[in-house]
Each structure stands twice: as structure tokens, then as C-alpha cells.
């Protein structure tokens, strides 16, 4: 059984995160991502630390480096536990926000990083999402304690099962079924063969990519019912043939993964900044010459921008020298905003999720995965909120003073709003028939409404009747929100 | 040859139905059972190509080998020493 952390050995507010793994369990500090190793783990774990393939994998950035913490020890047992040490990827990313995109790249990552290890002599113990973050748009993947040494004999890579399930099969599901990739928020261990076998159509499980994985396993699965109780080792292979079959199976996974999580598709948002008639060349400039010059004033080190579309305002905030998340419901507007900060090699986190409805925590108590909003609050200096207001107060049915109050929870200087007017077509296009409720919001409600929290430092009205407004917090009024634990 | 390629299928279904009763001990991951067949009969494929393409390299090296060591015995026998 695994050691259990004494109380004492952690300050109090941080967060256990992991514990599901018999070697050891990762708490969150602050500044840190603190990971105690178990006694039984802690000689493989140092001598994977040491070995050249850690190095190799930190050094190219596809691994957390890190670092033996001594001094998290506690001092009162002579003891021969394991602290390690990382550094804090902010804000954690879960695959339930991915696009597809992102997932193929965190898949490729994973498969990346077990070739490599086979060569070394090691071998990933598990291989899911959940061991790659998102720093920027670049996956890295997080979990040391997933390498083990590995058995020159074996064939068998034990994880395969895991990769298949929480990678592969929620990519096959999101492009033939259309599940959302969001929709495995509520699966720990992904998608089982047997699972997608009785969802997709006949023709489809026979295709040469999915045959073995969802209609052979399935199949198997299915056949082999009531014998799972017989055990017995697997058997001794030659190690090179073991080693070759090992790098094939991972060749194919590799293969099946680009299949299914081709470039995606086009969105009425993804297409907004094109298509958008409502605004003319000469606004757009003048927003994006608004946006900049605060940009400058502010120089704000941390910046969210809520809505972010394509990510325009994301890639200037960012070239501005600051790290940015931008989150979109769109997928498909979130996926080009990805392969842009990932092409430009722009520090922006981009996450598919919608304000109005945060992505909620998750797991074991709901303390394993934490709400976007647990991991947003009081992070920023400067938030974007362009051309969302209206979607808040129309579609979400918001009032302004709660929109208020949480803009006031995820800045703590700065904030960037534009006001869409009801005269403006696309306030009008979702008014539908509202207007005693909506129809007479004026500049003057929003700026009641957010007097409590901020007051108005710039503004400028655009020739379509919007106006970009740039707030500061007023000193002293910690909304509730910010007392969360992130 | 052709019974060799008959073989195969049979093979696959073989190993792959023993390794259903098959369950590695210290996994903390599940490596499902299905998956887990699909590695076996995988493997049994992977294994098969890889004999023949050994055997298939004898086999030619073997060639070159025969008529290296023919050509090295007529040198012998012509002036008494082997070729290096």
C-alpha cells in the first residue's frame, strides 16, 4: 500500500492533486508543483532522474524538469521518502478543453516520449492526457513517476490499453460520432473498444484503422467474459524482436492517431474575423490601435482574454511581451488561434471554454481537476473582454453586476470591454423580441453596473457605434471569488 | 512458402486466445483485456515478418556466402593459398 502524507509534511491550502498511482502523489503549491515519491519508487525514480534519457527529454523541453527538494521533507522521520520539485505550468489545462488539435499533438508527445524510452531501457506505465499540460501552445508532458525500467524481454507495453482508450478512442468517437472531446470530463480511463463497437456503424469498425482497436479488442473482450480470473506472467521474448515490436506498435498508434484527428473544420466564429460585416476596416483598426496603445500604458505581465475568437487581440497581447490564456467556446476559432501561437511561438494558453458556463471540477470529491474558474481567479493583470458582452447579457441572460463581479474576480488591475450597443445588427440578430428587457442597455447601465468594482480610465467610440473601454479595479474590493484555493 | 502464409492467421487467433487468460501482475494501469489480446496477436505478426525478414537475409547472405567461399576454394586451389 502507498505511504500516506502526513498532514504536517504540507502547508495547509496546498492541493493533493494525484494519488492514484502507487509511487507516489503530486500536491500544488503556489510557486510549485511539489511530488512526494514513495519509499518503494524512489530508487527507480532517482535513477531515471539520473539517467541520460531524463536529461535528453528535459533539455528538448518534452519533460517538467525537476529538482530533489530536501527541504520538503519532514524533518521528524529519518526517512528514505522522495520530495521532487517542479515548476508551476499555469493555468492547468484539461483534456476536456483541448481541441483536436491539441490532443493529436499531447498524443504524439506521449508516443514520442515512449519510443525514446524504450531505446533507454524504460518504459511509460501509463500514458494518458492527463500527464501533459499545455505551457503556451507547446505539450509537456508532467508525470516523472510514469517512467519504469523496462523488462528487454517484454512485448507487451502495458499502457497501450490506457493510450487507446483516453487518447485514440475519444478522437475516433469526436470525428465519426461526433462526441465532444469536452464529454470526457466524465470518463477517468477514456472510452472502452466494446463502447464505440456498439456506437459506430458495422462498415466503420472494419475500416483498416479502428479494425484491431474497437472490433478485435471488442471482439476478444467479449469472448474472453468470465476467464478473467486466470493469471499467469507473459512470456519471455527475444529483446530484439521485443524492442522492434514495441517500436512497430507505436508506429501504428502514431499512424491511427494522425488519421483520426485530421485538420479541423470551419465554425460560424472560426470565420467571424472574415466574414464579420458589421465592422469596417477603419474600426477594426481603430479597436486594434485602442488595444495596443494599452497594451503599452498597462504592460501587463498576465492577460486572459475571454472571447477570443481567433485569437487577434490574444497575438497582440502577447507580442506585447505578456503570457496570455484566451478561452472560446468555438472549437474550430480555438484551433486557429492554437496553430497560430504555436506557429509564431506566441505564449498564449488557448483553451476551449465558455465563461458564462466555466468547465466545472472533477474526480474523486471534485478536488482532482479544479474548475476553470479555481484556476483563472486572481491571475491576471489585464482581462479582454471583446465583443462578449452582449453575448452574456443576450444568450446567457446575465445581469451587468454580476458580469461585473466576475471580471473583478480574474483581474486584479486592469480590464478591456467593448460595449455593443442594442442598435448594433448583431445585438439586434439575438434581441429577438426582448426589447422591454434588453433593448434600451445603454453605456451608462454597464458603467453603473461596474462602478462598485472599477472605474473608467480611457475610452474610445469606434465608427460602428461600439465603444472599447478601458477599466481599473478600484483598490479594495476582493470580490468572493478570489478566495479560492488556486 | 504458401503454408507458411496459411499459418499465419492461425497463429494470430492462437496467440491472441492465449493471451486473453493472460493478466501482468503489478499493473497499476488497466491494460484491458481486449487491448491487451490485440498487443498478442499484434506481436504475433509483427514477429512473423520480422523471422521471415531474417530468415529471407540468411537465406541471400547465405548465397553471397557460398560463392564467396566457392570463389575463395578455386583461388586455393590455383596458387595454394586463400585469398584474405
Not at chain 1, 273 to 282: D, G
Not at chain 1, 359 to 388: C, H, I
Request: with cysteine.
Amino acid at each position: 500500500m502507498p505511504q500516506q502524507i502526513s498532514p504536517g509534511s504540507y502547508e495547509q491550502g496546498e492541493l493533493e492533486l494525484t494519488f492514484r498511482d502507487p509511487a507516489g502523489q503530486l500536491l500544488l503549491t503556489q510557486h510549485h508543483a511539489l511530488r512526494h515519491v514513495h519509499p518503494a519508487a524512489v530508487e527507480d525514480t532517482l535513477a531515471f532522474l539520473a539517467s541520460p534519457l531524463c536529461a535528453s527529454l528535459e533539455l528538448s523541453g518534452d519533460l517538467i524538469p525537476s529538482k530533489v527538494d530536501d527541504s520538503a521533507a519532514d524533518p521528524q522521520k529519518i526517512s528514505n521518502e522522495l520530495w521532487l520539485k517542479h515548476p508551476r505550468i499555469d493555468p492547468i489545462s484539461y483534456p476536456w478543453e483541448w481541441t483536436v488539435a491539441q490532443w493529436r499533438a499531447a498524443a504524439e508527445l506521449t508516443l514520442r516520449i515512449a519510443k525514446q524510452a524504450i531505446d533507454a531501457g524504460w518504459v511509460l506505465k501509463d500514458a494518458t492526457p492527463l500527464n501533459v499540460l499545455f505551457a503556451g501552445p507547446r505539450p509537456i508532458f508532467v508525470d516523472v513517476l510514469s517512467f519504469e525500467r523496462r523488462n528487454p524481454k517484454s512485448s507487451v507495453w502495458l499502457a497501450y490499453g490506457q493510450f487507446v482508450r483516453t487518447f485514440l478512442l475519444p478522437l475516433v468517437a469526436a470525428k465519426f460520432l461526433k462526441w465532444p472531446l469536452q464529454a470526457t470530463l466524465f470518463s477517468r480511463d477514456g472510452y472502452e473498444p466494446a463502447m464505440l463497437y456498439k456506437a459506430l456503424p458495422r462498415w466503420r469498425c472494419l475500416t483498416p484503422d479502428l479494425f484491431d482497436v474497437i472490433t478485435l479488442a471488442a471482439l476478444f473482450e467479449r469472448s474472453s467474459g468470465k476467464r478473467q480470473e486466470a493469471r499467469r506472467p507473459f512470456k519471455d521474448t527475444d529483446p530484439e524482436l521485443a524492442k522492434h515490436i514495441l517500436h512497430k506498435r507505436i508506429d501504428r498508434l502514431g499512424k491511427q492517431i494522425r488519421h483520426v484527428a485530421e485538420a479541423g473544420s470551419e465554425s460560424q466564429w472560426s470565420e467571424y474575423t472574415r466574414s464579420a460585416n458589421h465592422y469596417q476596416a477603419a474600426d477594426i483598426s481603430s479597436k486594434q490601435e485602442f488595444v495596443r496603445s494599452v497594451l503599452e500604458r498597462c504592460s501587463p505581465a498576465h492577460v486572459l482574454d475571454i472571447g477570443a475568437n481567433t485569437g487577434t487581440y490574444s497575438l497582440l497581447a502577447s507580442k506585447s511581451g505578456a503570457e496570455v490564456v484566451a478561452i472560446d467556446s468555438d472549437e474550430a476559432a480555438i484551433e486557429m488561434l492554437w496553430r497560430a501561437a504555436t506557429q509564431q511561438k506566441q505564449q498564449i494558453t488557448a483553451l476551449v471554454a465558455n465563461i458564462a458556463r466555466p468547465t466545472p471540477a472533477a474526480g474523486w470529491k471534485n478536488r482532482e481537476q479544479l474548475s476553470l474558474l479555481e484556476r483563472l481567479t486572481g491571475k491576471f493583470d489585464l482581462v479582454l473582454m471583446l465583443a462578449v458582452i452582449h453575448h452574456l447579457i443576450l444568450r446567457e441572460q446575465l445581469p451587468l453586476t454580476h458580469i461585473g463581479e466576475l471580471c473583478a474576480s480574474l483581474t486584479h488591475r486592469w480590464l478591456v470591454l467593448e460595449w455593443v450597443p442594442p442598435s448594433d445588427p448583431m445585438y439586434q440578430e439575438w434581441l429577438r423580441g426582448r426589447d422591454e428587457l434588453y433593448g434600451s442597455l445603454s453605456e451608462s447601465d454597464l458603467l453603473n453596473a461596474f462602478s462598485p468594482f472599477f472605474r473608467v480610465l480611457d475610452r474610445t467610440e469606434l465608427g460602428n457605434q461600439r465603444v472599447v473601454l478601458l477599466f481599473e479595479r478600484k483598490a479594495g474590493e476582493a470580490s468572493p471569488l478570489e478566495a479560492g484555493p488556486a | 512458402m504458401k503454408r507458411l502464409l496459411l499459418l499465419i492467421p492461425l497463429v494470430l487467433v492462437l496467440v491472441g486466445a492465449t493471451l486473453l487468460f493472460e493478466r501482468p501482475a503489478y499493473a497499476y494501469t488497466d491494460p484491458g483485456t481486449g487491448l491487451l489480446a490485440i498487443q498478442a496477436a499484434g506481436s504475433a505478426l509483427i514477429a512473423v515478418g520480422w523471422y521471415l525478414r531474417r530468415k529471407i537475409y540468411s537465406i541471400l547472405h547465405r548465397g553471397s556466402a557460398k560463392s564467396q567461399s566457392k570463389e575463395n576454394s578455386v583461388a586455393t586451389e590455383r596458387d595454394g593459398s586463400p585469398l584474405s
